[in-house]
C-alpha cells in the first residue's frame, strides 16, 4: 500500500518543480536575446530573478539584481534600476538587515518619484510600512501605510 501511494505521490509534488524550470529558461531566453527590446529583457530577467533565485538563492539573487542595475543604467531604464533596487532591498529584509532594505527601498522612492510612477510609490511606501512596522516603529509604519493608500486612491 505504501509504495502505491508513494508511486502516486512523487510524480505530483515533483510535477511542480519540474514545470516550474521551462518558464525560467524561457524568461533567462528572453534576456538573453538581443533582438527584443531592452525594457522587455530587463523585465524578463526581473521575473528570472523573482521567480529562480530571490526565495531559495539570495547571493545569486543579489549577483543578478547587480546585473541587472548595470544593464539598465547603461540603457537609462529607470523600471529596470527600480527593480534592482527593489530585489536588493526584498533580499536585506529577508536576511533582517531592515536598515539597509529601509535605504535600498529610499532610493526606490526617489526613482519612483523622479519617474512619476505612482503605483510603484505606493508600492514602496507599503513595503517601508512593512519593515517599519518589524521595526517595532508603529507610528512611522501607519504613516508609510496611509501615504501607500493615498497614492492608489
Known amino acids: ?50 521567480k529562480g533565485h530571490l526565495f531559495t538563492n539570495r547571493d545569486t539573487a543579489l549577483v543578478l539584481a547587480d546585473e541587472l542595475m548595470a544593464f539598465s543604467k547603461e540603457r537609462d531604464l529607470l523600471d529596470g534600476q527600480m527593480s534592482a533596487l527593489n530585489i536588493q532591498a526584498v533580499a536585506s529584509a529577508i536576511s533582517e538587515d531592515l536598515p539597509k532594505a529601509l535605504e535600498l527601498n529610499e532610493r526606490v522612492l526617489a526613482l519612483a518619484r523622479q519617474a512619476g510612477d505612482r503605483e510603484r510609490i505606493a508600492g514602496t511606501l507599503g513595503n517601508m510600512g512593512i519593515i517599519y512596522r518589524k521595526q517595532g516603529d508603529l507610528p512611522r509604519a501607519l504613516d508609510h501605510y496611509q501615504q501607500s493608500l493615498a497614492m492608489n486612491e
Not at 521551462?22 to 536575446?33: A, E, I, R, T
Open 1 to 50: 500500500m505504501r509504495n502505491w501511494l508513494f508511486s502516486i505521490l512523487v510524480p505530483v509534488l515533483l510535477g511542480g518543480a519540474l514545470s516550474a524550470q521551462p518558464g525560467l529558461d524561457s524568461l533567462l531566453g528572453v534576456w538573453q536575446d538581443r533582438s527584443m527590446s531592452d525594457s522587455v529583457r530587463a523585465r524578463a530577467f526581473e521575473s528570472y530573478i523573482w
